[in-house]
């Protein structure tokens, strides 16, 4: 029985030009063997060590690949045209083996993540080459930015324009005091390359908006949000969402913190979640209710932890699950989280395909706070000198904050009692509120008037503008 | 050995990595086999492989195709292109282990979305290693 060996070009050098060969036999298999028994440099490149085909190369008795007959054993008969067919494939190394070589230097550096079977050299390698954006510098950003250039990440790009201020560094462990007044950047990093000098830091010193948010986020394979507020906390989820990249995510207040690992593309987003951001005010800053400087140290630690088992690919992720955490307790809770099949991002009909204006997304602007009538700190120093008694001075602050610093004359009535408590006063005086800066007095005030006050007004920057401008011998916080 | 191809080819080729990426372009290099290969036309081929971006293949299929349109053209397959996003324009380990003898194989570099260096590569007898070969690139008239 006489079958044709056909014999693709690059095999041609090694039958003396033939493109076919008749040989004999009565399977594919003998028909080989008679191949390479009279052309033997053709052994080397058509079968493994071991004796069997490679797997680029494929057999084709006339149309029909052997794999999907007999293989080796499937019979011919004479006429049958038996083709050797190439398939052509290879790539590029994995992105850990050219990429991000360690010198002597970094291995010792790294020398007790090496021992680590879970992260060995290719994890390493692995942080090494990767590229991790870091949106804020302050409280999260600070603990998790350090914790990421320790642990090696190759480029760690951070969001901020803010400056370094003193009442920062109760918990902005990544700033100093020799940085006050300097951009948050230029603070962090020169903390950072100090620790690690390996590390490369990608400034962009701006407000993350929607015009730029895509640019900025698509150069980089995994987000951490450490912002402050919701604006930009739904900013970062939609643009993760749509260039579908991966947002570890952190939150903080008083003592309590959570976090979680959003990723639409194999579980929930923040919007999951949250689909609505709370209104404008309900949510006080950390600026206005203030928050315990170690918190962020935890959460933030827990942002880089995660940051770190996304890349090296260990353990099980925060994906579908919220953390949350109580700092007084000491206790962590956690939720399971489902992704949405109604998310407006991210679930089965999604209803946003952009970047929206999320200013006006989470009602900021939208509803103009009251505007009553304003007292200088300078006037109201000038008018408690002529009027003495007859001007009341109301501080709607809480108790607390009149142990740290209060005004002589002042009356402490804080903003969540005074309704109650308006019997307490002479509807006919002349009443000044203050609080910290402003914003609760001006609350006050609104509920004053509505409750037929007459001669009310507030006290413009409260007690900061007043230590910094009249009493500058007072403290202030 | 020698290959030989036209400027114009080798824009496209680079045109074919940056659009590809960051995942790997391929194709086949058509035209006259003989002391200087000559590459008279560029055949795109679907990467089968798309469970990982750094790698590709021309399934055999899809080579049968190919071939029997370019050998009503009187052409011949003479080897592929592919592209290493981010990465060197040399072969990788992998690329050595799948490659077949004769065939011309240029890599091309394509860093963040930019086409970078191209080179070409041929398989050592031993298939130790793959040598590179000159590339010879004429100007358009």
Redesign the interface.
């Known amino acids: 029985m006489s079958v044709t060996v056909s014999i693709?070009?690059?095999?041609?050098?090694?039958t003396a030009g033939h493109d076919s060969i008749e040989l004999a036999g009565d399977t594919v298999g003998q028909v080989l063997d008679g191949l390479l028994a009279t052309h033997t440099g053709l052994k080397?490149?058509l079968l493994q060590d071991d004796g069997r085909l490679r797997?680029?190369v494929?057999l084709?008795l006339n149309e029909t690949?052997i794999r999907h007959l007999a293989s080796t054993a499937t019979p011919v008969r004479s006429g049958d045209v038996l083709?050797i067919?190439?398939?052509?494939?290879?790539?590029?190394?994995?992105?850990a083996?050219?990429?991000a070589a360690l010198s002597h230097a970094e291995m010792l550096r790294y020398s007790r993540h090496l021992l680590l079977p879970e992260v060995g050299v290719s994890g390493q390698r692995k942080l090494k080459a990767a590229r991790v954006l870091t949106v804020g510098a302050g409280g999260l950003g600070s603990p998790l930015s350090l914790y990421l250039a320790a642990a090696g990440v190759g480029t760690i790009g951070i969001v901020d324009f803010d400056v370094v201020d003193l009442t920062n560094l109760q918990r902005q462990i990544v700033h100093g005091t020799s940085t006050l007044g300097r951009s948050k950047l230029d603070s962090a990093e020169e903390r950072l390359t100090d620790l690690n000098p390996n590390v490369r830091i990608e400034r962009h010193e701006t407000r993350l908006t929607s015009q730029n948010a895509l640019e900025t986020i698509g150069e980089y394979d995994i987000v951490v949000d450490g912002t402050d507020n919701f604006p930009t906390r739904y900013l970062v989820n939609d643009a993760c969402v749509l260039l579908g990249k991966p947002n570890v995510y952190g939150s903080i207040f008083r003592f309590e913190g959570q976090a979680s690992l959003f990723y639409a593309a194999k579980g929930p987003c923040y919007r999951c979640l949250y689909s609505e951001p709370p209104p404008p005010g309900l949510v006080p800053s950390c600026a206005e209710g203030g928050v315990l400087g170690v918190l962020p140290g935890i959460i933030g630690s827990i942002q880089a932890l995660e940051t770190i088992k996304w890349i090296i690919g260990a353990g099980t992720s925060l994906l579908g699950r919220l953390v949350l955490f109580d700092a007084l307790k000491l206790r962590f809770r956690e939720l399971e989280l489902r992704k949405d099949p109604a998310c407006p991002i991210c679930g089965t009909n999604p209803s946003i395909h952009e970047l929206i204006d999320y200013e006006a997304f989470c009602g900021i602007g939208a509803e103009p706070a009251y505007d009553g009538p304003e007292i200088s700190p300078e006037e109201l120093d000038q008018e408690m000198r002529e009027k003495g008694g007859d001007l009341v001075l109301i501080d709607v602050r809480e108790p607390h904050e009149w142990d740290i610093v209060h005004i002589e004359g002042a009356r402490l009535i804080p903003l969540n009692q005074l309704p109650e408590r308006l019997a307490e006063l002479d509807g006919h005086a002349e009443i000044v509120t203050h609080c910290h800066h402003g914003a609760r007095s001006m609350k006050a005030l609104e509920i004053l008037k509505g409750a037929g006050f007459g001669k009310v007004r507030s006290l413009a920057g409260g007690i900061d503008a007043w230590a910094e401008r009249v009493e500058t011998g007072l403290p202030r916080y | 050995m020698t290959l030989r191809l036209s400027a114009f080819l080798v824009h496209e080729i680079r045109r074919a990595g940056e659009r590809a990426y960051p995942s790997e372009c391929c194709g086949v290099l058509a035209g006259h086999p003989g002391e200087v290969k000559d590459v008279v036309k560029l055949v795109p081929v679907t990467n089968r492989r798309t469970d990982d971006p750094h790698r590709y293949l021309i399934a055999p299929d899809d080579l049968r195709r190919v071939e029997a349109g370019l050998r009503a053209a009187g052409l011949e397959v003479l080897g592929c292109y592919h592209s290493h996003p981010d990465h060197p324009a040399a072969p990788s380990a992998i690329d050595v282990e799948q490659a077949w003898p004769w065939y011309s194989y240029i890599i091309v570099r394509v860093d963040r979305g930019a086409a970078a260096e191209l080179t070409s590569w041929v398989l050592d007898d031993d298939r130790s290693a793959m040598s590179p070969e000159s590339v010879d690139v004429l100007s358009e008239v």
């Open positions: 693709p070009t690059p095999l041609r050098p090694f080397r490149h797997n680029f494929s084709y690949d083709t067919v190439p398939s052509i494939a290879g790539g590029a190394p994995a992105t083996d050219t990429k």
